[in-house]
């Protein structure tokens, strides 16, 4: 499946710096036949370390990894939703996107210009959320224009869909986001037609930099205020040093470990981010392996063995017989897979099997 991920963010924050980090992450997109060819669009391995274990213990000749197509969207300014800057553009792109990795800078430096005068993470948020949900109370207000009619004819769908439409303008009016407005899985089918921006999942990216006044690390009373503005919103984040990963983006994985620890650094920065929307999206990898190549493959959490096996092609979700599947623990004590079978750690699993992360998976289709 495509996986989207829209960095947005306002002028001077980080988020070039952080898609340019990023991107040197980037496997060329011919093995993936969905992906965009595009300079604003990277695509990105999802780190998953057990790739390499299943390709040794296979012999494979290739690996390919998840992946996530990151976007670098045009800089926001105020007033983007009636088209101020690169406005409509802006939105336009944001709509195109699964979600929304959201960048606010949490670092003070006197070179780098804050486009509001001072750094204000809380500030930033509500500049771009403000835009987000003014451009969706716009589309909804559209939708219910055009659904009058069928109102007026008493339709039932219709006069229920206006219903929920004006209870999401409200909503929306009151300053919230689309996503945290409590709805059934009917009204979410009727609303996902419109493709709200404020409808997608956040995360928030929040960047710090190297030996500046870091909000965090200062334990200033901004950055609690952004803690609790995550807690009481149910919202995740990451801490990204988008400009420290930008100048180690060059070495390997363990240059990169060994400058960290130097700098006490938190960890990796963009890995998390990755790994971040991969889970605020509710999305796992399974595995197929062989001599050829050993393949991450992303599904939703709690897929079925068709569910999933439709994400290598449709005929194992419409032709699904059964699926020879092994965990990931139990194929490497073996060994091999011939090991795994003559242990017993191969299984049979049919149409009902939820498949776990990391599940090593054969399917066979009639």
């Known amino acids: 499946m495509s996986l989207s991920v829209g960095i947005v963010g306002?002028?001077?924050?980080?988020?070039?710096?952080?898609?340019?980090?990023?991107?040197?992450?980037?496997?060329?997109?011919?093995?993936?036949?969905?992906?965009?060819?595009?300079?604003?669009?990277?695509?990105?391995?999802?780190?998953?370390?057990?790739?390499?274990?299943?390709?040794?213990?296979?012999?494979?000749?290739?690996?390919?990894?998840?992946?996530?197509?990151?976007?670098?969207?045009?800089?926001?300014?105020?007033?983007?939703?009636?088209?101020?800057?690169l406005g409509n553009k802006f939105l336009t792109n944001i709509r195109e996107t699964d979600m929304i990795a959201e960048v606010v800078r949490i670092f003070e430096d006197e070179d780098i210009h804050h486009v509001s005068g001072g750094v204000d993470p809380m500030g930033d948020i509500e500049v771009i959320n403000l835009e987000l949900i003014m451009s969706d109370a716009e589309t909804v207000s559209k939708r219910v224009v055009s659904i009058e009619k069928d109102v007026k004819r008493g339709?039932?769908?219709?006069?229920?869909?206006?219903?929920?439409?004006?209870?999401?303008?409200?909503?929306?009016?009151?300053?919230?986001?689309?996503?945290?407005?409590?709805?059934?899985?009917?009204?979410?089918?009727?609303?996902?037609?419109?493709?709200?921006?404020?409808?997608?999942?956040?995360?928030?990216?929040?960047?710090?930099?190297?030996?500046?006044?870091?909000?965090?690390?200062?334990?200033?009373?901004?950055?609690q205020e952004l803690l609790t503005f995550f807690e009481k919103t149910g919202s995740e984040y990451v801490i990204v040093d988008a400009g420290m990963e930008h100048e180690l983006k060059d070495l390997d994985e363990e240059e990169k470990n060994e400058f960290r620890r130097e700098y006490g650094a938190q960890g990796n920065g963009v890995e998390a981010l990755i790994?971040?929307?991969?889970?605020?999206?509710?999305?796992?990898s399974y595995f197929t392996t062989g001599e050829k190549e050993t393949r991450a493959w992303t599904i939703p959490i709690g897929s079925t063995g068709?569910?999933?096996?439709?994400?290598?092609?449709?005929?194992?979700?419409?032709?699904?017989?059964?699926?020879?599947?092994?965990?990931?623990?139990?194929?490497?004590?073996?060994?091999?897979?011939?090991?795994?079978?003559?242990?017993?750690?191969?299984?049979?699993?049919?149409?009902?099997?939820?498949?776990?992360?990391?599940?090593?998976?054969?399917?066979?289709?009639?």
């Open 10 to 85: 306002l002028p001077n924050v980080g988020k070039s710096t952080l898609f340019n980090a990023l991107t040197k992450n980037s496997v060329p997109a011919e093995n993936y036949p969905f992906c965009t060819i595009d300079p604003s669009v990277g695509v990105v391995a999802v780190p998953d370390a057990r790739l390499a274990t299943l390709s040794e213990i296979s012999g494979s000749d290739e690996i390919l990894p998840a992946i996530v197509e990151f976007v670098d969207i045009a800089g926001l300014v105020k007033g983007a939703a009636t088209g101020e800057g």
């Open 275 to 284: 790994k971040g929307c991969y889970h605020r999206l509710g999305l796992m």
């Open 306 to 366: 068709p569910e999933a096996g439709g994400a290598i092609h449709t005929d194992f979700l419409t032709k699904y017989i059964r699926a020879q599947v092994v965990t990931f623990a139990d194929l490497v004590g073996a060994g091999s897979k011939a090991a795994a079978k003559d242990a017993g750690k191969i299984r049979t699993e049919g149409k009902g099997y939820i498949v776990q992360d990391g599940d090593v998976i054969e399917f066979m289709h009639g």
């Open 155 to 223: 339709d039932k769908e219709a006069v229920a869909g206006k219903g929920l439409l004006m209870k999401l303008l409200e909503h929306l009016d009151a300053g919230h986001l689309a996503n945290s407005m409590e709805i059934t899985e009917n009204e979410e089918v009727f609303l996902k037609e419109l493709n709200l921006l404020t409808m997608k999942k956040f995360l928030y990216v929040c960047n710090k930099k190297q030996d500046a006044f870091n909000l965090d690390e200062q334990d200033d009373e901004r950055w």
